[in-house]
């Protein structure tokens, strides 16, 4: 299975949050400290605000901070939030894209069995044990 880009920043950002739990850190910081774009991380870390992974705090000192323990996150429950808008394949899409395939199909039975397990093995890691 592949992570997006976007899942994957969204994890690395977590785990250097998960090094400092108690700590406000801004977006900037963070973009600098994972070399990517400090608008996307934004945008990454407004969706991890709003899964209820992180609190955003305002003002001069502002920033996010996570909203729970680390030893409380699962890496696969953060992985199943992130990557919840995008299908591992095309017949995974709510319309089931155009797939000429369906019903008969027998990959995508395996594809979920494949899926579950991969995110059952990063079930039993949390983000605490992930941190930097």
């Known amino acids: 299975m592949e992570l997006t880009s976007y899942t994957d920043y969204g994890l690395r950002a977590l ?4 090094g400092h739990p108690d700590r406000v850190q801004s977006a900037t910081a963070l973009a600098h400290r994972l070399d990517i774009s400090r608008h996307h991380l934004a945008k990454i870390l407004l969706d991890l ?4 992974y992180l609190v955003s705090l305002r003002g001069p000192a502002g920033g996010v901070r996570l909203a729970r323990p680390p030893e ?12 919840r808008k995008q299908a591992l394949v095309e017949c995974f899409r709510p319309d089931h894209g155009c797939c000429n395939l369906l019903p008969s199909c027998r990959l995508k039975g395996a594809l979920t069995h494949a899926k579950e397990a991969f995110l059952a ?10 941190a930097l």
């Open 49 to 52: 605000v709003a899964g209820g």
């Open 72 to 83: 409380e996150i699962r890496v696969g429950e953060v992985v199943r939030y992130l990557g």
């Open 15 to 18: 785990m250097l949050l998960a």
């Open 121 to 130: 093995s990063l079930d039993r890691n949390t983000l605490a044990e992930m």
